[in-house]
């Protein structure tokens, strides 16, 4: 079955920077485009950036273009989404997701990442 793990998440101050991970399993991955979203508490989940299946276009949401930089590597069945100059309004949980897969997509777990001195 389909599964998307992220991991990379944890406490940075401002101005740190994290690389978040999702791991894929279960599809043929090379085959979907994906995307990271995020739900900060007591608001909805956004969309914070999107990768076409080769990689060739990505897509940000305006919050986060010239900071956050998203990769894939199709060979190891993994997203990426490498966070620069983080401020504490990206404290969130962040989730990884595949495009649509015959019916539906897929989301991952999540992984908290907090901005905080």
């Known amino acids: 079955q389909v599964q998307l793990v992220e991991s990379g998440g944890g406490l940075v101050q401002p101005g740190g920077s994290l690389r978040l991970s999702c791991a894929a399993s279960g599809f043929t991955f090379s085959n979907y485009a994906m995307s990271w979203y995020r739900q900060a508490a007591g608001k909805e989940r956004e969309l914070v950036a999107r990768i076409t299946n080769t990689g060739g276009s990505t897509t940000y949401a305006d919050s986060v273009k010239g900071r956050f930089t998203i990769t894939r590597d199709n060979a190891e069945n993994a997203v990426y989404l490498q966070m620069l100059s983080l401020k504490p309004e990206d404290t969130a949980v962040y989730y990884c997701?595949?495009?649509?897969?015959?019916?539906?997509?897929?989301w991952g777990q999540g992984t908290q990442v907090t901005v905080s001195t």
């Open positions: 997701r595949t495009a649509i897969i015959l019916t539906r997509s897929y």
